[in-house]
């Protein structure tokens, strides 16, 4: 969701017409107009009655109205916080796994860059594991990752939450048949490295029923799974939101395993300073 978006809401709000929302804005009519169909696009219904002179809010434009004020409010303690509107700038050291850059990550930072243009980004992409020491050492400011860092100098809030899918190469087994763990036995398992949840759990739901020799390969490239899967080499366990296209067009399937892995949490993590604190709220708004 654009935040752009939102301000053309905002200000219609307050000032009645798409004209006077454009002049505050300093921009034009029409590209108001295409700001909130962008926005209405994004939340599924008309959010004004334009029936009238003067616009009015739909009801699911009452029900956005609180949510837009509380990201417009978080914005304007991030510009309080970073001054940028002072020109200062800053570095953010911002760390996440590859799930997290390959599905949201650039949302996120066109965001950051739209309202300050002079804040820097440094983008570390690695493991959970190594996210959480980094932060914990202090050479990173924020991380999106699948477990908390424990210390005194972190916060962490949930994030966001990824359901895992078996997926697989038609030509590797048959489409939205039951499988059970003694069939899936027979091919590779590809999936997150060795150090990570998903990994652990697969090792023990095959230790629980006398399976310990199972094929796990662990990658620490969500993309070469996805490409693994495809070329058939095995069955991929990973985010169905990260192959979704891929489903769509037939080119892999899911699996219906009679055992089913947790979905895969994320948190947001940052050191306690208030910029990355507000930065990391911000985050979750948009998510």
């Not at 417009?72 to 916080?81: S, T």
């Not at 991380?143 to 038609?170: K, M, R």
């Amino acid at each position: 969701m654009n935040t752009k978006n939102l301000d053309a809401f905002l200000a219609i709000v307050k000032y009645g017409t798409f004209k006077a929302a454009s002049e505050v804005l300093h921009t034009t009519q029409p590209a108001i107009s295409t700001r909130i169909a962008k926005l209405e696009e994004d939340v599924g219904s008309e959010l004004f009655d334009r029936s009238d002179k003067r616009v009015r809010l739909t009801p699911k434009g009452y029900a956005l109205l609180p949510y837009a004020e509380r990201i417009a409010a978080l914005l304007k303690e991030m510009q309080h916080v970073a001054g940028e509107r002072n020109g200062c700038s800053r570095t953010m050291r911002l760390g996440a796994t590859e799930t997290v850059v390959h599905l949201w990550i650039s949302k996120f930072i066109n965001a950051l860059h739209g309202h300050y243009p002079s804040l820097s980004i440094e983008l570390i992409v690695d493991q959970s594991s190594c996210l959480r020491e980094k932060l914990v050492t202090g050479e990173l400011d924020l991380a999106f990752l699948t477990d908390a860092a424990a210390d005194s100098d972190i916060e962490s809030q949930p994030f966001c939450t990824y359901p895992l899918a078996w997926v697989a190469s038609p030509r590797l087994t048959e489409p939205g048949a039951d499988i059970d763990l003694h069939e899936l036995a027979r091919f590779p398992l590809i999936t997150y490295p060795r150090q990570s949840k998903p990994y652990i759990q697969l090792q023990e739901m095959f230790n629980a029923v006398n399976m310990p020799t199972v094929r796990i390969n662990g990658l620490s490239s969500l993309a070469t799974i996805i490409h693994m899967a495809l070329d058939g080499i095995g069955i991929g366990i990973l985010p169905q939101a990260a192959v979704e296209k891929e489903l769509s067009s037939g080119e892999l399937i899911r699996l219906n395993p009679n055992k089913s892995l947790p979905d895969l949490e994320y948190a947001v993590a940052n050191r306690t300073d208030p910029f990355f604190r507000t930065v990391a709220t911000l985050a979750c708004t948009l998510r």
